[in-house]
């Protein structure tokens, strides 16, 4: 019988499916993998990190996790606070983090329409999308004139507090909630605070939400931050999940927040745009 060549019929494999084809394991950097702990012990803490406390995570000695976050802090990676001495994810990982988000359908269909959303409205608009710690603003169009509040991106919103917190907690998922939720309240808050922030939600705050869910839409005036009033509009992705938020943010004086204004209007149809993209997204 004829033996056919096998280079004739073969498919490439590259090293990565060979690899596992053959059932080993490639050959890395442990070095590399033992500053991955470090990191992953600050993601997971959700907040600034003593060296003790990041020695204990990773299992490394606090001088050999010293050693290794000088070198994470020289590439951007981690970031020291100067006064505390806590440790907290840097520059570098901000931008990865919302290069990972820039690569996202959401992202990429909602952006054009942000910008021309904003030169409608003359107003400033952030948009953000559900992080562990809250709604995050992941892109900031300014647009007006400057507005004396703090908000840049990688800024985490107040679930109850703002506007775009309270739609994120309108239309989020149960379960994506409580995550916010307990990350915000935090392990340190008195168990006295929690619970009223618990019972908050349970209670009054659920009315609040509902009728949130039946407009579509919130608002705010003079709050947080006096002087500065917001509209705010969830974008759903293909499956009705709540994928991100618009954020119209202008001086009280001048933006109108009227339910049937103007500038409800252009955020609604903005809004309900962007998820009609994502929607016909295959």
Excluded at 48 to 60: E, H, I, Q
Excluded at 96 to 106: C, K, P, S, V, Y
Excluded at 205 to 214: D, G, N, Y
Excluded at 261 to 278: D, M, N
Aim: hydrophobic share 40%.
């Amino acid at each position: 019988m004829r033996k056919v060549a096998s280079s004739a019929t073969a498919t490439p494999i590259d090293d990565e499916e060979r690899s596992k084809s053959d059932g080993k394991r490639q050959r890395g950097i442990q070095s590399v993998e033992v500053g991955a702990r470090l990191l992953q012990a600050i993601a997971a803490a959700r907040r600034p990190v003593g060296l003790t406390d990041l020695g204990v995570a990773a299992d490394l000695p606090p001088a050999q996790a010293f050693t290794y976050l000088v070198s994470l802090s020289r590439i951007g990676l981690v970031r020291r606070d100067p006064v505390s001495g806590d440790y907290e994810p840097g520059p570098l990982a901000l931008r990865l983090g919302l290069l990972r988000l820039e690569q996202t359908a959401a992202y990429r269909a909602a952006m054009p329409h942000v910008l021309a959303l904003a030169q409608t409205v003359g107003y400033s608009v952030a948009v953000c999308m559900p992080g562990p710690q809250g709604p995050t603003i992941v892109r900031y169009e300014h647009a007006g004139f400057p507005l004396h509040v703090n908000l840049h991106i990688g800024t985490v919103m107040s679930l109850q507090m703002t506007t775009t917190g309270r739609v994120f907690c309108a239309f989020a998922s149960a379960e994506q909630r409580q995550i916010m939720l307990a990350s915000q309240l935090g392990s340190d808050i008195p168990d006295q605070a929690r619970q009223a922030g618990q019972a908050a939600l349970d209670a009054t705050f659920e009315k609040h939400l509902a009728e949130i869910r039946q407009r579509g839409m919130e608002r705010s005036m003079n709050t947080p931050s006096p002087g500065i009033s917001s509209l705010c509009a969830p974008v759903f992705d293909r499956d009705g999940q709540l994928c991100l938020a618009l954020t119209i943010i202008g001086a009280s004086g001048s933006i109108d927040v009227e339910w049937d204004g103007p500038v409800a209007t252009a955020l609604e149809r903005t809004a309900k745009t962007i998820s009609g993209e994502l929607a016909a997204v295959l």
